[in-house]
């Protein structure tokens, strides 16, 4: 489009100069007028030698030999006076019209040549950049970008291993040509956002040293129909210059989505020309191409059947997040980046984080390395760790926010009877860290530490998880007589809690063992989205969900009558030092004062030889 206006704007410009230069030659060359009258006076005296006729007007020649023109009124009337005069008369074609016509002819066939040159320079700047295209996403093996190999992955040894086959195949295609097998012509990498699909793809074809193209799937989604397809067939002819090699497709559910519904949009219909493209190349090369296409996305449950049958992508490889041991060797590839101080356990560090993804240990470590150079430290210490993880989960702490004495004394009792049901329960996890400094959005947290990862859930567990989460607000109930907006987020977590357990997991003996709602979203989470059902059968899920909240929350209320002098003494304690870890907890909970104040000897308790002594502050708790 550019070039058509650039040359569009010459064409005018040379149609301006063209014409400017005409009317300049039409004003120097023109002859001198002369009125009507004039011209009779002349012929009436037997002045003029010969005319000439040009349409209207009139050329005359005078015997002296100069020449004037005039315009006639009746022409032919003049031509019978003229004879009778013996005047010698001619007659000429209008040549403006001529010179106006062919001006126009030539304006016609310059811009004829314009758009003709300006489609060609665009188709062939639509093939540079189809080449180019291709070009810019080729890495080669010994080129001087960093080269990913199976030594810089880790937290996932079985896709290694199911993967370890492609890279064999890619080194050594004759082995497997010989015993008649064939390799996988595609391999989905399919995981939650994170995992290291990415950079397992990358360290695949750095372990093979052959070329790896990498493209994103919005790079085929144009809004011109037939770009996609058009780009998609170059790569695999320019791929196949460049055998063995891999191509790499990242985020390949924007272009292989499902076809179903029979949209026909402009964009769907973009979607589709390309998808169909793919799919028609995936079948087009042959196994000695020795092309291996590899795939990743977050939503392998919308991706179109044709793309995921057997001779395509003829393996899903499922990339998780990793589990403790994984977590660890994250670490230490990341860690060896940084300066780690000595006294760092990458064991406790990676008990701290369950859950993490390869792409949020790599953030925590690099969040720890900015605590620590913000603070002037040479060396990461485990504390960093711990900041760096709490800014990551929470957000920045809020040292700008002012609450009032009556809001700190309620957080505290809220988060004390968190830590308090907590540790009263025997199923539920380890308490970490307990504090009342606001961060992002939450005022005060309670952090639990499973000691191993879980893969399942029994019954005991949740239930338990539910009734810590009542325990917050169970404690402002009993301290203060009210209810408080700060237990929103616990109730809305244990209301998930008790709905998936009733329609999910058939936790409910009224409902049994079947399924009222079901998950949708892949890896990527999300709500989960209840059946069709009757208004019967709705009402008995609804009342099965109440009434499992409402045990958890007498539960709590229970435990926290019981303890109400621990209670007491853990929220003074949060409000003196505002955060309290794991070792210091156990020692408040070691020290038993709730047993010697309720025996009535709270009067003898010596805090100087309290194991606790730096925090006790027993004498808040007289009356």
């Known amino acids: 489009m550019a070039i058509l206006i ?21 004003l120097e060359h023109r002859l001198r007028t002369v009125s009507y009258s004039e011209f009779r006076y002349c012929l009436l005296n037997h002045d003029l030698v010969s005319t000439t006729f040009i349409g209207n007007r009139v050329i005359a020649t005078h015997k002296a030999g100069d020449q004037y023109e005039t315009s006639v009124p009746n022409p032919e009337k003049l031509i019978s006076e003229l004879q009778a005069h013996n005047i010698q008369i001619k007659f ?13 002819l030539l304006y016609v066939v310059f811009l004829l040549l314009t758009v003709i040159i300006s489609l060609s320079r665009k188709r062939k700047l639509e093939e540079e950049e189809k080449n180019k295209f291709a070009s810019d996403k080729l890495i080669l093996p010994n080129s001087d970008q960093n080269q990913v190999t199976f030594d810089d992955v880790a937290g996932i040894p079985e896709a290694l ?12 295609p004759g082995q497997y040509k010989q015993i008649g097998a064939v390799s996988p012509k595609g391999v989905l990498l399919q995981g939650p956002p994170g995992t290291g699909k990415t950079l397992l793809a990358r360290a695949i074809a750095g372990e093979a040293e052959v070329p790896f193209y990498s493209f994103s799937g919005s790079d085929f989604v144009e809004m011109f129909v037939g770009v996609g397809a058009s780009r998609v067939r170059d790569i695999f002819k320019e791929a196949k210059t460049n055998a063995p090699c891999i191509i790499f497709i990242d985020e390949i559910d924007a272009v292989g989505g499902s076809r179903a519904g029979g949209a026909t949009a402009s964009g769907q219909d973009e ?19 020795t092309i291996v296409v590899l795939a990743a ?51 406790k560090v990676a008990h701290m984080v369950p859950g993490f993804t390869g792409a949020e240990l790599a953030n925590l470590v690099n969040e720890a390395a900015l605590m620590a150079a913000r603070t002037g430290k040479k060396e990461v210490e485990i504390k960093d760790f711990e900041q760096a993880r709490d800014r990551i989960l929470m957000g920045v702490e809020r040292k700008g926010m002012i609450m009032t004495d009556q809001d700190r004394n309620v957080l505290a009792y809220h988060e004390a009877g968190h830590a308090i049901v907590a540790k009263t329960l025997p199923d539920a996890d380890p308490i970490h860290k307990i504090t009342i400094i606001p961060r992002g959005r939450a005022l005060g947290q309670t952090q639990q ?3 191993n990862d879980r893969s399942s859930y029994n019954y005991d567990y949740l239930k338990a998880r539910i009734t810590i989460l009542m325990g917050g607000r169970a404690a402002e109930e009993i301290a203060f007589s009210q209810k408080t907006t700060g237990a929103q987020g616990d ?13 999910k997991w058939g936790m409910s003996d009224l409902i049994g063992p079947q399924a009222m709602a079901v998950d949708d979203s892949g890896f990527l989470g999300g709500a989960s989205q209840r059946l069709e059902m009757s208004d019967t059968t709705s009402e008995i899920v609804d009342q099965e969900i109440k009434k499992l909240l409402l045990e958890c929350n ?18 003074a304690i949060l409000l003196e030092v505002e955060t309290i870890d794991d070792e210091e907890f156990e020692i408040i909970m070691d020290c038993h004062f709730t047993d010697k104040i309720a025996a009535g000897i709270e009067e003898t308790h010596q805090c100087q030889t309290c194991p606790a002594a730096d925090l006790c502050i027993h004498s808040k708790l007289k009356e």
């Open 271 to 289: 979607r589709s020309q390309t998808l169909n493209a793919l799919l028609v190349e995936m079948d087009g090369f042959a196994s000695s191409d």
């Open 297 to 347: 996305t977050n939503r392998p449950d919308i991706l179109d059947s044709a793309l995921r049958r057997p001779g395509r992508f003829d393996r899903q490889v499922n990339i998780l997040p990793p589990d403790i041991k994984g977590r660890k060797k994250i670490l230490s590839v990341h860690g060896a980046r940084i300066a780690l101080s000595a006294e760092v356990d990458l064991d």
């Open 161 to 172: 291993e199911e993967l370890q086959e492609v890279v064999n195949f890619l080194k050594n």
């Open 491 to 503: 109730i809305v977590q244990a209301t998930e809690i008790a709905t998936s357990m009733v329609c």
């Open 92 to 104: 000429k074609k209008d040549r403006s019209e001529q010179v106006f016509q062919g001006i126009a």
């Open 554 to 571: 007498d539960e709590a209320s229970t435990i926290l009558k019981q303890q109400y002098y621990l209670l007491k003494q853990l929220a």
């Open 449 to 451: 530490l499973s000691v």
């Open 6 to 26: 650039r040359n569009l704007f010459v064409f005018f410009l040379f149609t301006i100069i063209l014409g400017g230069s005409y009317g300049l030659w039409v």
